[in-house]
T-cell receptor, first 116, second 110 residues
Framework: DTAVSQTPKYLVTQMGNDKSIKCEQNLGHDTMYWYKQDSKKFLKIMFSYNNKELIINETVPNRFSPKSPDKAHLNLHINSLELGDSAVYFC???????????????FGQGTRLTVV | GEDVEQSLFLSVREGDSSVINCTYT??????LYWYKQEPGAGLQLLTYIFSNMDMKQDQRLTVLLNKKDKHLSLRIADTQTGDSAIYFC??????????FGSGTRLSIRP
């Protein structure tokens, strides 16, 4: 009965490969995010989707392509993986920010990606 | 630009109070949050404060907000070993964007 679930939890792959991480939320939220947490634990937003539409793309390389088939899912596809892509990737969801309501983000457990 | 800053490390003695500070830049943020991340886990919301409040208390947690200085703090009373974690400050800056600070790693000394 997990609110935000992402798979896989661990992903080890070779440079140059293409991989996907899936994310699903059952909270009825309109907004979903992908964050990247590096080895120093800094958490940076990568993408934000609202009702399946891309809202924010924070200067992420084109090799990263999010896809939202419906508002409960936001998958992350990464082409031509590089060593520097190694990190923990977190999916999150929240209500849409209308300026009046609490938009706390609910996080998945993270996907630890290791590129070798 | 948007930026949320916090100190990277804090060490306190067990039983003392911990105070974690944060500064943010977007004065239009309506909610500010504190999240906790334990090793190997995702982020869990600890508490939040609406921007028209200056204080919120929730059991051992006290949040103080100085909107004029864009300063947020989290006080944990009677710090326990289970409080060891990374604490992230965050703001809901503009539409569909939640910005996180760098995280403060709290360690507890016996």
């Amino acid at each position: 009965d997990t609110a935000v679930s992402q798979t896989p939890k661990y992903l080890v792959t070779q440079m140059g490969n293409d991989k996907s991480i899936k994310c699903e939320q059952n909270l009825g939220h309109d907004t979903m995010y992908w964050y990247k947490q590096d080895s120093k634990k800094f958490l940076k937003i990568m993408f934000s989707y609202n009702n399946k539409e891309l809202i924010i793309n924070e200067t992420v390389p084109n090799r990263f392509s999010p896809k939202s088939p419906d508002k409960a899912h936001l998958n992350l596809h990464i082409n031509s993986l590089e060593l520097g892509d190694s990190a923990v990737y977190f999916c999150a969801s929240s209500r849409a920010n209308t300026g009046h309501q609490n938009t706390e983000a609910f996080f998945g457990q993270g996907t630890r990606l290791t590129v070798v | 630009g948007e930026d949320v800053e916090q100190s990277l490390f804090l060490s306190v003695r067990e039983g003392d109070s911990s105070v974690i500070n944060c500064t943010y830049t977007d004065s239009s943020s309506t909610y500010l949050y504190w999240y906790k991340q334990e090793p190997g886990a995702g982020l869990q919301l600890l508490t939040y404060i609406f921007s028209n409040m200056d204080m919120k208390q929730d059991q051992r947690l006290t949040v103080l907000l100085n909107k004029k200085d864009k300063h947020l703090s989290l006080r944990i009373a009677d710090t326990q070993t289970g409080d060891s974690a990374i604490y992230f400050c965050a703001e809901n800056s503009s539409a569909s964007k939640i910005i996180f600070g760098s995280g403060t790693r709290l360690s507890i000394r016996p």
